[in-house]
């Protein structure tokens, strides 16, 4: 079965600094997605980005971007100029192409100071 | 606001209980998809329907059911209610059935068993 996981349960970074949160998944298919979300204390889940698998380009959206390794089964999240609304809980994703459920870490929590 | 909208969304309930969680997709969205979050399991895909018909099934027990009507909304039955299914439950809605189309979040029904 495909497992997710997030190393870190939590990180800070600075308002306008730059952070990076990570991700590793297992998995034995070859086509997959992979998704970042954020959680904000309304408690609202909201994709910030996703990554098809048979894509090599990374993901990008705005201040958000990924660094996939496919070989390695790593998904990261950079997050760039934090800003204070970034503060939230972060899941990384994993649905397979060929089925619907998807499988979520455990979440990282980022705080963002001022 | 993802266009998903849930109700409640705060249920109080006692043990052994039985409750109904409403989810009604965006406008257009034939898929809707039911997810749990707490504390102990963190982030898990219940079941999804497709279009009237189930089409995936996750770690759904069997006290729960759900099914999706003619007008596409949805309904996740939960019986014989534990302390351990106080969680919050999410309905997402997508466009098509299949894993390539993105999933948009409602806000969640926060459920307590007491």
């Known amino acids: 079965a495909q497992t997710v996981t997030q190393s870190q349960p939590e990180m800070s970074v600075q308002e306008a600094e730059t952070v990076t949160l990570s991700c590793t998944y297992d998995?034995?298919?070859?086509?997959?997605?992979l998704f970042w979300y954020k959680q904000p204390p309304s408690r609202q889940m909201i994709l910030v980005i996703r990554?098809?698998?048979?894509?090599?380009q990374n993901a990008t959206e705005n201040r958000f971007s990924v660094n996939f390794q496919k070989a390695a089964k790593s998904f990261s999240l950079k997050i760039s100029d934090s800003q204070l609304g970034d503060a939230a809980m972060y899941f990384c994703?994993?649905?397979?192409?060929?089925?619907?459920?998807?499988?979520f870490g455990a979440g990282t929590r980022l705080t963002v100071k001022p | 606001d993802s266009g998903v909208t849930q109700t409640p969304k705060h249920l109080i309930t006692a043990t052994g209980q039985r409750v109904t969680l409403r989810c009604s997709p965006r406008?257009?969205?034939?898929?809707v998809y039911w997810y749990q979050q707490s504390l102990d399991q963190g982030l898990q895909f219940l079941i999804q329907?497709?279009?009237?018909?189930?089409?995936a099934k996750g770690n759904i027990l069997e006290r729960f059911s759900a099914q999706q009507f003619p007008d596409l909304h949805s309904e996740l039955n939960l019986s014989s209610l534990e302390l351990g299914d106080s969680a919050l439950y999410f309905c997402?809605?997508?466009?098509?059935?299949?894993?390539?189309?993105?999933?948009?979040f409602g806000p969640g029904t926060r459920l307590t068993v007491t």
């Open positions: 997402a809605s997508s466009v098509g059935g299949q894993p390539t189309y993105e999933q948009y």
């Open positions: 998995t034995s298919e070859s086509d997959y997605y």
């Open positions: 990554q098809e698998a048979y894509k090599q």
């Open positions: 994703a994993y649905r397979s192409a060929e089925g619907n459920d998807m499988r």
């Open positions: 406008s257009g969205d034939l898929s």
């Open positions: 329907y497709y279009n009237g018909e189930e089409r």
